[in-house]
């Protein structure tokens, strides 16, 4: 009933009494005014009058279940939302969730992560209060070496919707990091669960630093979307028009199982393209010309003997020749 209210309250321009809110929702207007005074607690602005009713003000910096769902307008993905105000990892809750049968779509949030995970066993720094941690959990009919594909779009849809809500020039470091100024401001962790020829279920998860001011002095190539742009964003903001556009994305994809027609705008944004780049895998490092990005994820590049080599996401980082881009 809280993002009923929540919602509704959202919807007004003016005050609405307590009376009607309760005619509108079908509570009791006790229950309304005990949820006002929860929702004041967790930091929404409401002004209460005995004679007008009730107006919300200001909305807190705030992820919770009520107020993501309040904002979020997908049809199948993020409908049935898990918030933690703190957990070890959104990715295992998540995994948990799966197998027990939750459906796609089902989202963990966390305002901070103990154990927040990067690629290959790495840490992800996950303070409380100012960042995303969120993981999806996506039930996709695929092979197994087609998953790391969603990775992808994810990066397209993130990169694309911190460039709306913010206005900076966010940028695709491929296959999954998005930089800003040539910093990282959002990481993307895809694991799965697989048979032979089908996958299970796939965990995406994604950690947005918004907000954060100082990171640990091991990060020397994090940056947040606040230090870069000089004031605070809204997360919930952020949250809803990734789903926005990565669901129409990802249901597109699941028709068709190819990356084509996200290509161009993912090539448009995808900063590895610019420039030389240094490949990192278990067995060498070597200096590259980035060649293209194909359809099934890979990014083509040309050695410095001239030969052309497809990389695949896995084992393997890019990175700058000179920095972290
Ligand atoms: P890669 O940059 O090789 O793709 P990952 O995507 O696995 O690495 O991200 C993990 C790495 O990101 C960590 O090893 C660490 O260097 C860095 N990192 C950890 N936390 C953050 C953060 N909050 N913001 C930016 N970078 C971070």
Redesign the pocket.
Known sequence: MKEKVLKYLKEQKEYVSGEQISKKLGVTRASIWKIINKLKEEGYMIESSTKKGYKLMEVPNIITKEEVQSIIKTQCLGKNINYFSEIDSTNEIVKKLARKGEAEGTIVIADKQTA?????G??????SGV?IFMSILLRPQIKPDKASQITLIVGLAMCEAIREVTGLDARI?W???IVVNG???????TEMSAEIDCVNYVVVGI?V?VN?ME??E??P????LKIEGGKEYQRGNIISVFFDKFESYYMAYKTDITLEPILPAYKTYCITLADKVKI?DSIQEYIAEPVDVLADGSLVVKNEEGEEKRIFTGEV???GIYG?V
């Open positions: 927040g995970k990067g690629r290959l790495r840490v992800w720094e996950s303070p960042n470091k296959p999954n990091d910093k990282k401001v959002c990481g993307i962790l950690g630093n954060q990171f640990s091991n990060l190539h994090a940056t947040s990192i980082s890019v990175r972290y």
